[in-house]
């Protein structure tokens, strides 16, 4: 069993006749990811990868039966793109688009309110379920099925901490990037709770970075429901300058708001072990399983 996604995900494709899209998604479908169509404007009746291409996302659902969407649009109008796919119905929407501008997210926000969709991003490496689908653009060199969801608002670091749990014998259920974004779709909070309600997953590791509020709103949750499952996090950025933005997403840390240290300190009160560095997530989470 996995969150989100499945091997029987019916998956298009927004933007699937752009360079990125092609490469991505012919790796996608390698794996085993059950693409069915594309959707590009003014391209509909052509096919692409061996994929029908459809000219609106509603055309592709209603030919397809597709549940899923992997929006791969510029930024100028990858907001236009998800907004289509929730007005389509499409229950899982991954947008992989870096640099949306903020204003139009928040329009993005205000559409997923009432729906039905779960929206993965944006600047999201997207959804993995080792062996079974992958959508987006995570690696799967090191991913192995197994027992630990792991959700993440670094892409880098997603990487290191599957191959951790790989080679702590321990494999991934799912691994959910949620993006770097600052005004983004389900966050750390939302990946928690479905984890928790997933029965495959013995574990949960949340990978944490300054700015936002993801970690604190993960944290309310987990010490209100106060979990039987065992839940690390790694939070990165203790030695950023404050009131500095660093890195490609624009983390800011305002004062203590935000800051690193304010994010341990929350999750550790909540009951979250917290590992100590970046290269002993796949340790902590062994000791955190047997003690």
């Given amino acids: 069993m996995a969150v989100l996604a499945g091997k029987d995900t019916r998956v298009i494709c927004q933007g699937l006749t752009g360079r990125a899209a092609t490469y991505h998604v012919a790796r996608m479908v390698a794996y085993g990811t059950r693409l069915v169509a594309g959707v590009t404007p003014g391209r509909g009746g052509r096919r692409h990868l061996?994929?029908?291409?459809?000219?609106?996302?509603a055309d592709a659902?209603?030919?397809?039966?597709?549940?899923?969407?992997?929006?791969?649009?510029?930024?100028?109008?990858?907001?236009a793109a998800m907004i289509e796919a929730i007005d389509a119905g499409i229950g899982l929407v991954v947008c992989v688009t870096e640099r949306v501008p903020v204003l139009d997210m928040i329009r993005v926000r205000q559409k997923l309110a009432g729906s039905l969709t779960r929206l993965v991003g944006p600047n999201s490496q997207g959804v993995l379920v080792p062996g079974a689908t992958q959508l987006g653009v995570m690696t799967t060199v090191n991913a192995?099925?197994?027992?630990?969801?792991?959700?993440?608002?670094?892409?880098?670091?997603t990487s290191e901490v599957v191959?951790?749990?790989?080679?702590?014998?321990?494999?991934?259920?799912?691994?959910?990037?949620?993006?770097?974004?600052?005004?983004?779709?389900?966050?750390l909070a939302q990946c928690v709770s479905l984890f928790l309600d997933d029965p495959a997953t013995e574990g949960i590791?949340?990978?944490?970075?300054?700015?936002?509020?993801?970690?604190?709103?993960?944290?309310?949750l987990i010490e209100e429901m106060r979990p039987g499952k065992p839940i690390v996090a790694l939070v990165v950025g203790r030695n950023a300058p404050p009131e500095r933005r660093m890195g490609h997403a624009g983390a800011l840390a305002a004062g203590k708001s935000g800051s690193a240290a304010a994010k341990i300190e929350v999750l550790r009160e909540a009951g979250v072990r917290?590992?100590?560095?970046?290269?002993l997530v796949g340790v902590t989470m062994r000791q955190a399983l047997v003690s």
């Fill in 50 to 57: 061996d994929l029908p291409v459809f000219d609106t996302v």
């Fill in 61 to 79: 659902v209603a030919a397809t039966g597709a549940s899923a969407s992997l929006v791969f649009v510029p930024p100028a109008n990858a907001a």
């Fill in 144 to 157: 192995r099925r197994g027992t630990i969801g792991i959700a993440s608002r670094s892409a880098s670091l």
């Fill in 274 to 279: 917290i590992a100590p560095r970046a290269d």
């Fill in 205 to 220: 590791i949340m990978i944490g970075e300054i700015g936002g509020s993801d970690e604190e709103e993960a944290a309310a």
């Fill in 163 to 187: 191959a951790q749990t790989t080679a702590a014998g321990l494999g991934q259920s799912t691994t959910i990037g949620v993006g770097g974004d600052p005004v983004h779709g389900i966050g």
